[in-house]
C-alpha cells in the first residue's frame, strides 16, 4: 500500500483509540467502584443503547473480515457463517435473554448457582467462560494483525505481531479503567461506525453493478474460477462425506453457540429490567439482520469486483477481503477515493477488533474475579477486592490471548470464531438450559454438564486438522490428526447434554425442588430479580 493509505488510515486508528481511550477516562472518574458498577455499567443502559451495544458487541471482526473473505472465496458455503450468526439469535430471544436476566446477577455461573452447591457449579462455569472468551479473542487478534499486515504491504511481520500486542495492551486498559460502562459505549460507536461504513460500501457496490443483485452474482461466479458451482453447495464443504459432516458441524454451532457466549450474556445485566433485556435483542436482531444481508453483498461484492485470487494473494484466509473491496470501489490503489475509503473501511474494521476484544475480556475477567475467585475466597473478604481482582485478571487474560493471537495468525477468523462458538454450545448452552427448565438437575448433573462438553471440544479440536496433519494446520509439520472433522459442535454439544443428564440421574443428591420452583417463578416473572 501506498504512504498516503498508511498515513490516512494510522491517522483514523489515532482518532478512534483517543477517543475511545477519552471514554474510557471519563468514565473511570465517575464511577464508584461497585461491582455492579464494573460488571453491569450499573444497570442504567435503555434498551436501544443496549441493543446497539450486543450489536457491537456481536459483529466482530469474524463478521466483517472473515465471513466476507469466506463469501468471496467460497460463494455459497461461506453463507452458511452468516445464516447461523442470524438464526442464532432466535435461540437467544425466546430461550435464554429474559430468563437469565432474571435469573443471574452479572455471570453465566449465576444463573445455575441460584439452585446448586455454589463452590463447584463456579468453579466449572467459569472455566468454560473463560476458555470460550480466550478463543474468541484469539480470532479477533488474529484479524488485527491481517489488517495492519495489510497496511503495511504484508511484508513486515513484526509490525503485525506489534499490532497484536497493542491491541492486547488497549482492551486492557479500557477493561481495567472503564469496566462495562466504558465498553458499552465503546461498542455503541463503534456499531454505529461498522454499520455506516457497511451501508456506504453496499451502495457503492450495488451502484456498480447498476442494482442488478442478479448480474452481481453471475460476475463473482465468472470471476471465482468455478462457475456456477460458486453459487451452490459443496465448495467448500461437499467434497465428501467428512466435509457434509463438518458442514452440519458448524451450523450447529454457529447456531447453539450464541446463547452461550459469556460476554453476549453479560450485557443482559446492564439493563434495569427484564423486559428491558427482551427488548435489546429485539434492537439487536434488527441491527444484526441487516448487518448481515450487507455482508452477503460485501462478500460476492469482493469476489465480482477485486477477485478471489486476489484476496487469496492478499491473505490465504480470505481475511482482507473487504479493505481490498474498498480500495477498488473508491478508485483504485493510487486514486485519492480508493485511499480515502480504505483507510475508512481499516479504520472502521480495526474499531470494530478494540470493541469486541474489550466486550470479550471485562465478560473473561468477571468470571475468573466474580466466579473462580469468589468460590475459593474467604467469606470476609471485601467485594471492592473482587473487582480489583478483575482488573488483575484482564492483565492475564490479554497475555494469553496476545499469545495464542500471534501462532494463529494465519487461520481466518471467522473459522475460529467457529470453534468458540462449538465449545460454548458444548459446554455453557447445556448447563444453561437443564438449569432453567429440568426439575431435577443437580450440582454433579451441572458440573458433569460443563465438563462433559468442554473437555472433548477442546480435545477434538487438538486432534483435528486444524492443529495437524494439513498444510493449513497450526503445526503443519507434524502429524496427530485422529478425529476428521476441523469443527467438534456435531460429536462435543451432544457430549455435553448427555454428561449433564449422566451426571444427575446418577447423583445421591435429591434435587431442590423449592429453589427450582422459586428460580421458576423469578425467571418467568422477574419476583426477586437483581
Known amino acids: 500500500?501506498?504512504?498516503?493509505?498508511?498515513?490516512?488510515?494510522?491517522?483514523?486508528?489515532?482518532?478512534?483509540?483517543?477517543?475511545?481511550?477519552?471514554?474510557?477516562?471519563?468514565?473511570?472518574?465517575?464511577?464508584?467502584?461497585?461491582a455492579e458498577e464494573f460488571y453491569a455499567g450499573g444497570r442504567l443502559f435503555s434498551p436501544m443503547?443496549?441493543?446497539?451495544?450486543?450489536?457491537?458487541?456481536?459483529?466482530?471482526?469474524?463478521?466483517?473480515?472473515?465471513?466476507?473473505?469466506?463469501?468471496?472465496?467460497?460463494?455459497y458455503d461461506g453463507l452458511l457463517y452468516v445464516v447461523g450468526f442470524?438464526?442464532?439469535?432466535?435461540?437467544?430471544?425466546?430461550?435464554?435473554?429474559?430468563?437469565?436476566?432474571?435469573?443471574?446477577?452479572?455471570?453465566l455461573a449465576d444463573v445455575v448457582a441460584a439452585r446448586m452447591s455454589e463452590r463447584p457449579v463456579r468453579i466449572a462455569a467459569g472455566t468454560s467462560s473463560v476458555t470460550v472468551s480466550v478463543l474468541y479473542l484469539v480470532a479477533q487478534m488474529v484479524g488485527a494483525g491481517s489488517l495492519v499486515?495489510?497496511?503495511?504491504?504484508?511484508?513486515?511481520?513484526?509490525a503485525r505481531n506489534w499490532t497484536v500486542i497493542g491491541v492486547g495492551a488497549l482492551m486492557v486498559i479500557y477493561v481495567s479503567m472503564g469496566g462495562m460502562r466504558a465498553t458499552t459505549w465503546i461498542q455503541i460507536v463503534k456499531a454505529v461506525l461498522l454499520l455506516g461504513g457497511s451501508v456506504a460500501l453496499t451502495v457503492l457496490v450495488l451502484v456498480r453493478f447498476h442494482g442488478d443483485f442478479n448480474e452481481l452474482l453471475r460476475s463473482a461466479a465468472a470471476r471465482s474460477g468455478h462457475g456456477k458451482a460458486f453459487l451452490v453447495p459443496g465448495l467448500r464443504y461437499g467434497g465428501d462425506w467428512t466435509a457434509r459432516f463438518d458442514f452440519m458441524s458448524l451450523g450447529l454451532a454457529l447456531v447453539l453457540g450464541t446463547a452461550g457466549l459469556p460476554h453476549i450474556l453479560s450485557r443482559f445485566y446492564t439493563v434495569p429490567t427484564a423486559r428491558a433485556a427482551r427488548r435489546s435483542v429485539v434492537w439487536s436482531i434488527g441491527l444484526i439482520g441487516g448487518f448481515y444481508l450487507m455482508t452477503i453483498v460485501l462478500g460476492f461484492g469482493a469476489a465480482a469486483i477485486v477477485g478471489p485470487e486476489a484476496v487469496r494473494g492478499s491473505n490465504a484466509a480470505g481475511n482482507t477481503a473487504v479493505p481490498l473491496l474498498a480500495l477498488d470501489l473508491g478508485g483504485g490503489a493510487n486514486s485519492t477515493g480508493g485511499t480515502v475509503l480504505f483507510a475508512v473501511v481499516a479504520a472502521i474494521a480495526f474499531a470494530t477488533i478494540l470493541a469486541v476484544v474489550a466486550g470479550i475480556t471485562l465478560a473473561s475477567s468477571a468470571a475468573v474475579a466474580h466466579d473462580l475467585y469468589a468460590s475459593m475466597r474467604r467469606r470476609n473478604a471485601k467485594p471492592r477486592s473482587e473487582v480489583a481482582v478483575a482488573r488483575a485478571a484482564s492483565v492475564g487474560i490479554g497475555v494469553v490471548a496476545i499469545a495464542l493471537g500471534l501462532l494463529a495468525r494465519d487461520l481466518n477468523v471467522a473459522f475460529l470464531v467457529g470453534l468458540a462458538f462449538a465449545v460454548a454450545a458444548s459446554a455453557n448452552l447445556p448447563v444453561l438450559l437443564y438449569s432453567l427448565f429440568w426439575r431435577n438437575f443437580t450440582t454433579r448433573g451441572a458440573v458433569w454438564a460443563v465438563y462433559g462438553?468442554?473437555?472433548?471440544?477442546l480435545l477434538l479440536v487438538l486432534l483435528s486438522p486444524v492443529v495437524s496433519g494439513s498444510p493449513g494446520s497450526l503445526f503443519p509439520g507434524v502429524d496427530f490428526q485422529y478425529f476428521p472433522l476441523e469443527n467438534p459442535g456435531l460429536v462435543s454439544i451432544p457430549l455435553g447434554f448427555v454428561a449433564g443428564w449422566l451426571g444427575t440421574v446418577t447423583s445421591h443428591e435429591p434435587p431442590d425442588e423449592a429453589k427450582h420452583a422459586e428460580i421458576e417463578v423469578r425467571a418467568l416473572t422477574g419476583a426477586g430479580a437483581v
Not at 462438553?453 to 471440544?457: A, E
Open 86 to 107: 442470524l438464526v442464532a439469535w432466535l435461540v437467544v430471544l425466546f430461550l435464554v435473554a429474559e430468563l437469565v436476566r432474571n435469573c443471574g446477577r452479572f455471570t
Open 49 to 75: 443503547e443496549n441493543g446497539f451495544a450486543i450489536s457491537g458487541d456481536y459483529m466482530s471482526a469474524a463478521s466483517f473480515l472473515g465471513v466476507t473473505g469466506l463469501i468471496a472465496l467460497y460463494g
Open 453 to 457: 462438553g468442554l473437555v472433548p471440544s
Open 1 to 34: 500500500m501506498s504512504g498516503n493509505h498508511q498515513t490516512l488510515a494510522l491517522l483514523l486508528f489515532s482518532m478512534f483509540v483517543a477517543v475511545t481511550l477519552a471514554i474510557t477516562t471519563w468514565v473511570s472518574r465517575n464511577r464508584h467502584g461497585s
Open 149 to 158: 499486515s495489510l497496511l503495511l504491504g504484508g511484508t513486515s511481520e513484526a
